[in-house]
Protein backbone atom coordinates (compact mmCIF):
# COMPACT_ATOMS: atom_id res chain seq x y z
CA UNK A 1 0.00 0.00 0.00
CA UNK A 2 3.04 2.27 0.94
CA UNK A 3 4.61 1.74 -2.68
CA UNK A 4 1.34 2.19 -4.54
CA UNK A 5 0.79 5.39 -2.71
CA UNK A 6 4.13 6.65 -3.44
CA UNK A 7 3.90 6.30 -7.16
CA UNK A 8 0.89 8.13 -6.63
CA UNK A 9 2.42 11.08 -4.98
CA UNK A 10 5.02 10.62 -7.93
CA UNK A 11 3.00 10.14 -10.97
CA UNK A 12 0.01 12.62 -10.21
CA UNK A 13 0.01 15.82 -9.51
CA UNK A 14 -1.97 17.21 -6.47
CA UNK A 15 -5.27 18.24 -7.17
CA UNK A 16 -5.62 15.76 -10.71
CA UNK A 17 -7.15 12.96 -9.18
CA UNK A 18 -10.29 15.67 -8.02
CA UNK A 19 -10.52 17.40 -11.01
CA UNK A 20 -10.65 13.92 -13.29
CA UNK A 21 -13.48 12.45 -11.25
CA UNK A 22 -15.58 15.94 -11.64
CA UNK A 23 -14.51 16.28 -15.02
CA UNK A 24 -15.14 12.60 -15.64
CA UNK A 25 -18.80 13.52 -13.85
CA UNK A 26 -19.47 16.90 -16.49
CA UNK A 27 -18.99 14.11 -19.68
CA UNK A 28 -21.21 11.62 -18.12
CA UNK A 29 -24.19 14.69 -17.61
CA UNK A 30 -22.85 15.83 -21.05
CA UNK A 31 -23.32 12.17 -22.34
CA UNK A 32 -26.94 12.43 -20.69
CA UNK A 33 -27.51 15.55 -23.01
CA UNK A 34 -25.96 14.15 -25.97
CA UNK A 35 -28.10 11.15 -25.95
CA UNK A 36 -31.49 13.49 -24.75
CA UNK A 37 -30.46 15.60 -28.02
CA UNK A 38 -29.82 12.55 -30.48
CA UNK A 39 -33.05 11.09 -29.57
CA UNK A 40 -35.23 13.83 -29.79
CA UNK A 41 -33.38 15.29 -32.76
CA UNK A 42 -31.41 13.04 -34.90
CA UNK A 43 -28.26 13.85 -36.52
CA UNK A 44 -30.46 16.56 -38.86
CA UNK A 45 -30.90 19.83 -39.69
CA UNK A 46 -32.09 21.80 -36.22
CA UNK A 47 -29.20 19.92 -34.36
CA UNK A 48 -26.62 21.50 -37.11
CA UNK A 49 -28.04 24.97 -36.74
CA UNK A 50 -27.64 24.50 -32.91
CA UNK A 51 -24.51 23.24 -32.72
CA UNK A 52 -23.30 25.60 -34.97
CA UNK A 53 -24.46 28.35 -33.30
CA UNK A 54 -22.57 27.65 -30.31
CA UNK A 55 -18.82 28.35 -32.61
CA UNK A 56 -18.74 32.27 -32.68
CA UNK A 57 -19.41 32.59 -29.25
CA UNK A 58 -16.81 30.11 -27.56
CA UNK A 59 -14.78 31.70 -30.54
CA UNK A 60 -15.02 34.99 -28.56
CA UNK A 61 -14.53 34.20 -25.43
CA UNK A 62 -11.49 32.35 -26.42
CA UNK A 63 -10.43 35.41 -27.86
CA UNK A 64 -11.44 38.24 -25.23
CA UNK A 65 -11.43 36.50 -22.08
CA UNK A 66 -9.77 32.89 -21.89
CA UNK A 67 -6.84 33.50 -23.57
CA UNK A 68 -5.58 35.92 -21.74
CA UNK A 69 -6.19 34.39 -18.26
CA UNK A 70 -4.54 31.10 -18.96
CA UNK A 71 -1.30 31.99 -19.14
CA UNK A 72 -0.40 35.09 -16.63
CA UNK A 73 -3.41 35.15 -14.29
CA UNK A 74 -2.01 32.91 -12.16
CA UNK A 75 1.53 33.68 -11.49
CA UNK A 76 0.89 37.25 -11.19
CA UNK A 77 -1.99 36.60 -8.72
CA UNK A 78 0.66 34.87 -6.65
CA UNK A 79 2.86 36.51 -6.73
CA UNK A 80 1.16 39.69 -5.90
CA UNK A 81 -0.50 37.99 -3.02
CA UNK A 82 2.45 37.05 -1.62
CA UNK A 83 3.66 40.54 -0.90
CA UNK A 84 2.29 42.62 2.00
CA UNK A 85 -1.38 42.10 3.42
CA UNK A 86 -2.16 40.44 -0.28
CA UNK A 87 -4.48 43.39 -1.17
CA UNK A 88 -2.52 44.27 -4.26
CA UNK A 89 -3.60 40.75 -5.47
CA UNK A 90 -6.73 40.99 -4.76
CA UNK A 91 -7.12 44.47 -6.71
CA UNK A 92 -5.88 42.88 -9.43
CA UNK A 93 -8.20 40.08 -9.72
CA UNK A 94 -11.29 42.96 -9.41
CA UNK A 95 -9.74 44.58 -11.95
CA UNK A 96 -9.57 41.92 -14.63
CA UNK A 97 -12.78 40.37 -13.84
CA UNK A 98 -14.43 43.98 -14.83
CA UNK A 99 -12.32 44.17 -18.21
CA UNK A 100 -13.16 40.24 -18.94
CA UNK A 101 -17.13 41.48 -18.43
CA UNK A 102 -17.09 44.22 -20.09
CA UNK A 103 -15.41 43.62 -23.27
CA UNK A 104 -17.77 40.20 -23.63
CA UNK A 105 -20.30 42.43 -22.93
CA UNK A 106 -19.38 44.95 -25.60
CA UNK A 107 -18.42 41.84 -28.26
CA UNK A 108 -21.63 40.29 -27.54
CA UNK A 109 -24.23 43.22 -28.25
CA UNK A 110 -22.07 43.67 -31.37
CA UNK A 111 -22.44 39.97 -32.76
CA UNK A 112 -26.14 40.46 -31.59
CA UNK A 113 -26.70 43.33 -34.14
CA UNK A 114 -24.64 41.59 -36.60
CA UNK A 115 -25.97 38.06 -36.08
CA UNK A 116 -27.19 37.66 -39.52
CA UNK A 117 -23.66 38.27 -41.48
CA UNK A 118 -21.97 35.41 -39.54
CA UNK A 119 -23.57 32.78 -41.69
CA UNK A 120 -21.76 33.51 -44.37
CA UNK A 121 -18.64 32.35 -42.44
CA UNK A 122 -19.79 29.85 -39.88
CA UNK A 123 -22.10 27.91 -41.97
CA UNK A 124 -21.81 29.18 -45.80
CA UNK A 125 -23.98 25.64 -46.30
CA UNK A 126 -27.25 26.96 -44.62
CA UNK A 127 -30.00 28.12 -46.40
CA UNK A 128 -33.61 29.18 -45.93
CA UNK A 129 -35.64 28.13 -42.77
CA UNK A 130 -31.94 26.68 -41.66
CA UNK A 131 -30.33 29.68 -41.82
CA UNK A 132 -32.87 31.53 -40.40
CA UNK A 133 -33.02 29.28 -37.36
CA UNK A 134 -29.42 29.70 -36.90
CA UNK A 135 -29.64 33.27 -36.52
CA UNK A 136 -31.95 32.96 -34.04
CA UNK A 137 -30.37 30.67 -31.82
CA UNK A 138 -27.18 32.14 -32.24
CA UNK A 139 -28.71 35.28 -30.38
CA UNK A 140 -30.07 33.22 -27.72
CA UNK A 141 -26.42 31.96 -27.36
CA UNK A 142 -24.51 35.63 -26.89
CA UNK A 143 -25.88 35.90 -23.65
CA UNK A 144 -23.33 32.43 -22.33
CA UNK A 145 -20.27 34.57 -23.30
CA UNK A 146 -20.97 37.16 -20.40
CA UNK A 147 -21.62 35.03 -18.09
CA UNK A 148 -18.62 32.70 -18.72
CA UNK A 149 -16.26 35.91 -18.48
CA UNK A 150 -17.42 36.69 -15.20
CA UNK A 151 -17.07 32.62 -14.10
CA UNK A 152 -13.55 32.08 -16.09
CA UNK A 153 -11.92 34.63 -14.10
CA UNK A 154 -13.39 33.67 -10.75
CA UNK A 155 -12.41 30.50 -11.59
CA UNK A 156 -8.45 31.48 -11.81
CA UNK A 157 -8.35 32.67 -8.33
CA UNK A 158 -9.84 29.09 -7.23
CA UNK A 159 -7.11 27.41 -9.26
CA UNK A 160 -4.81 30.08 -7.32
CA UNK A 161 -5.87 28.96 -4.03
CA UNK A 162 -6.48 25.15 -5.29
CA UNK A 163 -10.10 24.68 -4.65
CA UNK A 164 -10.22 22.14 -7.09
CA UNK A 165 -13.88 20.90 -6.08
CA UNK A 166 -15.92 24.09 -6.56
CA UNK A 167 -13.65 24.36 -10.11
CA UNK A 168 -14.06 21.67 -11.48
CA UNK A 169 -17.76 21.36 -10.64
CA UNK A 170 -18.91 23.53 -12.53
CA UNK A 171 -18.69 22.69 -15.65
CA UNK A 172 -20.95 19.22 -14.55
CA UNK A 173 -23.29 22.04 -13.35
CA UNK A 174 -23.31 23.35 -16.96
CA UNK A 175 -24.14 20.43 -18.51
CA UNK A 176 -27.08 20.25 -16.22
CA UNK A 177 -28.79 23.54 -17.10
CA UNK A 178 -28.58 22.03 -20.35
CA UNK A 179 -30.74 19.10 -20.03
CA UNK A 180 -32.97 20.99 -17.29
CA UNK A 181 -33.70 23.34 -20.36
CA UNK A 182 -34.05 20.61 -22.61
CA UNK A 183 -37.06 18.76 -20.99
CA UNK A 184 -38.54 21.97 -19.49
CA UNK A 185 -39.18 23.81 -22.59
CA UNK A 186 -40.00 20.80 -24.76
CA UNK A 187 -42.90 22.71 -26.39
CA UNK A 188 -39.79 24.97 -27.75
CA UNK A 189 -38.26 22.84 -29.85
CA UNK A 190 -34.60 22.96 -30.36
CA UNK A 191 -34.77 26.20 -28.87
CA UNK A 192 -35.08 24.51 -25.11
CA UNK A 193 -31.57 23.60 -25.14
CA UNK A 194 -30.24 27.47 -26.17
CA UNK A 195 -32.39 28.20 -23.46
CA UNK A 196 -30.74 25.53 -21.02
CA UNK A 197 -27.31 26.53 -21.93
CA UNK A 198 -27.96 30.36 -20.75
CA UNK A 199 -29.86 28.75 -17.20
CA UNK A 200 -26.29 26.48 -17.01
CA UNK A 201 -24.00 29.35 -17.39
CA UNK A 202 -25.76 31.09 -14.83
CA UNK A 203 -25.46 28.03 -12.71
CA UNK A 204 -21.97 27.98 -13.26
CA UNK A 205 -21.52 31.25 -12.40
CA UNK A 206 -23.25 30.91 -9.08
CA UNK A 207 -21.18 27.95 -8.28
CA UNK A 208 -17.86 29.65 -8.40
CA UNK A 209 -19.56 32.59 -6.06
CA UNK A 210 -20.31 29.55 -3.25
CA UNK A 211 -16.77 28.59 -4.05
CA UNK A 212 -15.43 31.67 -2.95
CA UNK A 213 -17.30 32.77 0.17
CA UNK A 214 -14.59 31.38 2.60
CA UNK A 215 -12.04 32.88 0.50
CA UNK A 216 -9.46 35.77 1.54
CA UNK A 217 -10.76 36.85 -1.60
CA UNK A 218 -14.29 39.28 -1.99
CA UNK A 219 -15.68 39.43 -4.96
CA UNK A 220 -16.41 42.89 -6.94
CA UNK A 221 -15.12 45.03 -9.40
CA UNK A 222 -12.35 47.06 -9.90
CA UNK A 223 -10.91 50.19 -12.25
CA UNK A 224 -6.91 49.66 -10.91
CA UNK A 225 -5.59 49.34 -14.73
CA UNK A 226 -2.95 51.75 -14.87
CA UNK A 227 -0.96 49.73 -12.53
CA UNK A 228 2.39 47.60 -13.08
CA UNK A 229 0.83 44.20 -12.62
CA UNK A 230 -2.41 44.89 -15.54
CA UNK A 231 0.76 46.23 -17.67
CA UNK A 232 2.62 42.90 -17.24
CA UNK A 233 -0.91 40.65 -17.83
CA UNK A 234 -1.59 42.72 -21.13
CA UNK A 235 1.86 42.24 -22.33
CA UNK A 236 1.56 38.39 -21.36
CA UNK A 237 -1.81 37.93 -22.98
CA UNK A 238 -1.96 39.82 -25.96
CA UNK A 239 0.57 36.80 -27.75
CA UNK A 240 -1.81 34.02 -25.91
CA UNK A 241 -4.90 36.00 -27.25
CA UNK A 242 -3.52 35.04 -30.88
CA UNK A 243 -2.89 31.06 -30.42
CA UNK A 244 -5.44 29.97 -27.96
CA UNK A 245 -8.60 30.30 -29.90
CA UNK A 246 -6.62 27.98 -32.13
CA UNK A 247 -9.22 25.02 -31.08
CA UNK A 248 -12.53 27.04 -31.61
CA UNK A 249 -11.02 28.13 -34.53
CA UNK A 250 -10.28 24.52 -35.98
CA UNK A 251 -13.52 23.31 -35.11
CA UNK A 252 -14.97 26.78 -36.91
CA UNK A 253 -13.18 25.52 -39.74
CA UNK A 254 -14.87 21.72 -39.23
CA UNK A 255 -17.85 22.92 -39.42
CA UNK A 256 -18.10 24.86 -42.05
CA UNK A 257 -16.18 22.03 -43.81
CA UNK A 258 -19.24 19.61 -42.69
CA UNK A 259 -22.15 22.12 -43.82
CA UNK A 260 -20.82 21.53 -47.48
CA UNK A 261 -20.93 17.50 -46.77
CA UNK A 262 -24.48 15.19 -45.87
CA UNK A 263 -27.14 16.03 -43.48
CA UNK A 264 -25.78 15.40 -40.20
CA UNK A 265 -22.10 16.10 -40.52
CA UNK A 266 -21.99 18.74 -38.60
CA UNK A 267 -23.62 16.78 -35.46
CA UNK A 268 -21.25 13.85 -36.15
CA UNK A 269 -18.26 15.63 -36.03
CA UNK A 270 -19.62 17.18 -32.77
CA UNK A 271 -21.07 13.98 -31.38
CA UNK A 272 -17.49 12.89 -31.89
CA UNK A 273 -15.50 15.03 -30.53
CA UNK A 274 -17.27 15.28 -27.57
CA UNK A 275 -16.46 11.67 -27.07
CA UNK A 276 -13.07 11.93 -28.21
CA UNK A 277 -12.49 15.04 -25.77
CA UNK A 278 -13.04 12.76 -22.46
CA UNK A 279 -9.61 10.97 -21.92
CA UNK A 280 -7.73 14.58 -23.22
CA UNK A 281 -10.09 16.53 -20.27
CA UNK A 282 -9.67 13.62 -17.85
CA UNK A 283 -6.08 13.11 -18.30
CA UNK A 284 -3.97 15.49 -20.71
CA UNK A 285 -5.79 18.76 -19.12
CA UNK A 286 -6.25 17.89 -15.31
CA UNK A 287 -2.45 16.95 -14.83
CA UNK A 288 -1.73 19.67 -16.73
CA UNK A 289 -3.62 21.92 -14.49
CA UNK A 290 -2.79 20.20 -11.38
CA UNK A 291 0.73 20.73 -12.16
CA UNK A 292 1.03 23.87 -13.66
CA UNK A 293 1.37 25.63 -10.00
CA UNK A 294 3.96 23.43 -9.22
CA UNK A 295 6.10 24.45 -12.26
CA UNK A 296 5.67 27.83 -11.81
CA UNK A 297 7.16 28.22 -8.71
CA UNK A 298 9.68 26.13 -9.47
CA UNK A 299 10.66 28.01 -12.42
CA UNK A 300 10.05 31.43 -10.16
CA UNK A 301 12.50 29.89 -7.51
CA UNK A 302 15.69 28.38 -10.43
CA UNK A 303 14.73 24.62 -9.59
CA UNK A 304 15.72 22.90 -12.57
CA UNK A 305 15.78 19.70 -11.02
CA UNK A 306 12.43 19.85 -9.93
CA UNK A 307 11.10 21.54 -12.97
CA UNK A 308 12.10 18.89 -15.21
CA UNK A 309 10.99 16.04 -12.71
CA UNK A 310 7.46 17.34 -13.03
CA UNK A 311 7.64 17.75 -16.97
CA UNK A 312 8.85 14.50 -17.47
CA UNK A 313 6.54 12.30 -14.92
CA UNK A 314 3.77 13.86 -16.00
CA UNK A 315 5.01 13.70 -19.85
CA UNK A 316 5.22 9.72 -19.42
CA UNK A 317 1.78 9.62 -17.25
CA UNK A 318 -0.08 11.36 -19.96
CA UNK A 319 1.63 9.50 -23.24
CA UNK A 320 1.49 6.50 -21.65
CA UNK A 321 -3.09 6.66 -19.91
CA UNK A 322 -3.91 8.41 -23.48
CA UNK A 323 -2.20 5.74 -25.66
CA UNK A 324 -4.15 3.03 -23.79
CA UNK A 325 -7.46 5.32 -24.07
CA UNK A 326 -6.86 5.57 -27.89
CA UNK A 327 -6.81 2.43 -28.55
CA UNK A 328 -9.97 1.08 -26.59
CA UNK A 329 -12.13 4.08 -27.68
CA UNK A 330 -11.01 3.49 -31.03
CA UNK A 331 -12.01 -0.16 -30.82
CA UNK A 332 -15.61 0.59 -28.98
CA UNK A 333 -16.34 3.25 -31.10
CA UNK A 334 -19.63 1.75 -33.31
CA UNK A 335 -20.61 -0.13 -29.99
CA UNK A 336 -20.52 3.16 -27.54
CA UNK A 337 -21.90 5.60 -30.29
CA UNK A 338 -24.97 3.02 -31.04
CA UNK A 339 -25.32 2.02 -27.00
CA UNK A 340 -25.49 5.61 -25.75
CA UNK A 341 -26.45 7.67 -28.75
CA UNK A 342 -28.52 5.43 -30.90
CA UNK A 343 -32.48 4.93 -30.59
CA UNK A 344 -35.35 7.52 -31.68
CA UNK A 345 -34.35 9.71 -34.40
CA UNK A 346 -31.06 9.17 -34.09
CA UNK A 347 -30.94 5.76 -36.61
CA UNK A 348 -28.25 2.88 -38.09
CA UNK A 349 -26.69 5.77 -40.70
CA UNK A 350 -26.45 8.26 -37.97
CA UNK A 351 -24.57 5.54 -35.92
CA UNK A 352 -22.28 4.34 -38.52
CA UNK A 353 -21.67 8.07 -39.63
CA UNK A 354 -20.54 9.03 -35.91
CA UNK A 355 -19.13 5.91 -35.04
CA UNK A 356 -16.46 6.48 -38.29
CA UNK A 357 -15.82 9.90 -37.30
CA UNK A 358 -15.11 8.88 -33.66
CA UNK A 359 -12.40 5.87 -34.82
CA UNK A 360 -10.71 8.46 -36.63
CA UNK A 361 -10.29 11.38 -34.00
CA UNK A 362 -9.45 8.82 -31.34
CA UNK A 363 -5.48 8.89 -33.02
CA UNK A 364 -5.71 12.49 -32.12
CA UNK A 365 -5.80 11.67 -28.06
CA UNK A 366 -2.29 11.09 -26.75
CA UNK A 367 -1.12 14.12 -29.42
CA UNK A 368 -3.34 16.75 -27.79
CA UNK A 369 -3.41 15.78 -24.14
CA UNK A 370 0.58 16.60 -24.37
CA UNK A 371 -0.35 20.06 -26.01
CA UNK A 372 -1.63 20.70 -22.37
CA UNK A 373 1.38 20.05 -20.57
CA UNK A 374 4.26 21.35 -23.00
CA UNK A 375 1.38 24.81 -23.13
CA UNK A 376 1.45 25.58 -19.54
CA UNK A 377 5.60 24.48 -19.19
CA UNK A 378 6.44 27.01 -21.25
CA UNK A 379 3.98 29.54 -19.44
CA UNK A 380 5.47 28.40 -16.55
CA UNK A 381 8.52 29.91 -17.95
CA UNK A 382 7.15 33.53 -18.23
CA UNK A 383 7.03 33.65 -22.07
CA UNK A 384 4.04 33.16 -24.35
CA UNK A 385 5.15 33.76 -27.86
CA UNK A 386 6.74 30.04 -29.36
CA UNK A 387 3.67 28.89 -27.72
CA UNK A 388 1.68 30.96 -30.19
CA UNK A 389 3.58 30.20 -33.13
CA UNK A 390 3.61 26.61 -32.42
CA UNK A 391 -0.10 26.98 -31.90
CA UNK A 392 -0.47 28.71 -35.22
CA UNK A 393 1.99 26.78 -37.23
CA UNK A 394 -0.19 23.31 -35.92
CA UNK A 395 -3.57 25.08 -36.81
CA UNK A 396 -1.76 25.16 -40.42
CA UNK A 397 -1.08 21.80 -40.76
CA UNK A 398 -4.48 20.92 -39.84
CA UNK A 399 -5.98 22.77 -42.11
CA UNK A 400 -3.95 22.33 -45.34
CA UNK A 401 -3.83 18.11 -44.22
CA UNK A 402 -8.00 18.41 -44.33
CA UNK A 403 -7.75 20.19 -47.20
CA UNK A 404 -5.74 17.14 -49.15
CA UNK A 405 -7.76 14.51 -47.77
CA UNK A 406 -11.17 16.12 -48.35
CA UNK A 407 -11.80 14.83 -51.23
CA UNK A 408 -10.77 10.94 -51.12
CA UNK A 409 -12.03 10.77 -47.37
CA UNK A 410 -15.08 12.94 -46.83
CA UNK A 411 -15.52 13.66 -43.23
CA UNK A 412 -13.42 11.43 -42.07
CA UNK A 413 -10.69 14.27 -43.63
CA UNK A 414 -11.75 16.20 -40.11
CA UNK A 415 -10.44 14.34 -37.32
CA UNK A 416 -7.23 12.62 -39.31
CA UNK A 417 -6.55 16.33 -40.05
CA UNK A 418 -6.89 17.23 -36.75
CA UNK A 419 -4.40 14.61 -35.56
CA UNK A 420 -2.04 15.49 -37.62
CA UNK A 421 -2.57 18.85 -36.94
CA UNK A 422 -1.67 17.68 -33.13
CA UNK A 423 1.13 15.61 -33.53
CA UNK A 424 2.38 18.39 -35.17
CA UNK A 425 2.00 21.19 -32.37
CA UNK A 426 3.31 18.66 -30.05
CA UNK A 427 6.84 18.39 -31.66
CA UNK A 428 6.92 22.50 -31.94
CA UNK A 429 6.20 22.71 -28.44
CA UNK A 430 8.72 20.69 -27.66
CA UNK A 431 11.40 22.54 -29.89
CA UNK A 432 9.71 25.76 -27.57
CA UNK A 433 10.22 24.22 -24.54
CA UNK A 434 13.59 22.94 -25.27
CA UNK A 435 14.78 26.78 -26.62
CA UNK A 436 13.38 28.03 -23.28
CA UNK A 437 14.83 25.64 -20.95
CA UNK A 438 18.23 25.58 -22.62
CA UNK A 439 19.75 28.75 -21.00
CA UNK A 440 18.47 27.65 -17.66
CA UNK A 441 21.21 26.60 -15.30
Request: aromatic residues 10%.
Amino acid sequence: MRRIRALLTRYLPEGAAVLSVLIFGSYVMGLVRDRIFARTFGAGAQLDAYNAAFVLPELLLDVLVEAGLAAPFIPIFLRLRSQGDGGEGDRFARTILTGAVTVMGVAALLMFVFAEATTSVIAPGFAGEQRELYVSLFRVMLATPILFAASLTLGQVMLAEQRYFWYGIAPLLYNAGIILGTLVFTGLGIFGPAIGAVVGALIHLGSRFIGLRHSRFHIGLGASFRTSSVREFVRLMLPKSVSHPVEPVTFLFFTSVATTLVAGSVSAVSFARNFQSVPVSLIGVAFALAVFPALSVAHATGDRRAFLRLLRTNLVSIAVLTTGAAIVLAIVSELAIRVLLGGGAFDADDVALTASVLAAFAISIPFESLTHLLSRAIYATRHTLLQVLASLAGLGITVLATQLLLGELRIIAVPIGFAIGQAGKVGLLSLALAVRLRGWC
